[in-house]
Nanobody
Framework: QVSLEESGGRLVQPGNSLTLSCTAS????????VAWFRQVPGKEREFVAA???????TTYGDSVKGRFTISRVSADTVNLQMSSLNEDDTAVYYC??????????????????WGPGTQVTVSS
């Protein structure tokens, strides 16, 4: 079965960079769209970024465009590079895998598999 696990979350100061990693199984990055979402307690999940199965198309949420980069580094590893971090980026970050079409990659309901999340805290 497909399994996902995030790593790399930690406390960082504003303005710094941080890279999160999603480690998967079953050649997930080649078989499914892989996405990153984030969530603050009490609020709905926010779309962050997604990567198409062929690795040639990415899409980003408006709040992270120009600052975050999603990339496939292997069949089972997808990274999220984050730069110019600010306090509003504080959240639990989740990676997910599913089969959304290109125009619906922001839809969390179209992802079948989810990791347990990793906490990113941006604070001085």
């Amino acid at each position: 079965q497909v399994s996902l696990e995030e790593s790399g979350g930690r406390l960082v100061q504003p303005g710094n960079s941080l890279t999160l990693s999603c480690t998967a199984s079953e050649r997930t990055a080649y078989r499914y769209v892989v996405a990153w979402f984030r969530q603050v307690p009490g609020k709905e999940r926010e779309f962050v970024a997604a990567l198409r199965r062929n690795g040639g198309h990415t899409t980003y949420g408006d709040s992270v465009k120009g600052r975050f980069t999603i990339s496939r580094v292997s069949a089972d590893t997808v990274n999220l590079q984050m730069s110019s971090l600010n306090e509003d980026d504080t959240a639990v970050y989740y990676c997910a895998a599913g089969t959304p079409i290109t125009g619906a990659m922001h839809n969390a309901n179209l992802y079948y598999y989810w990791g347990p999340g990793t906490q990113v805290t941006v604070s001085s």
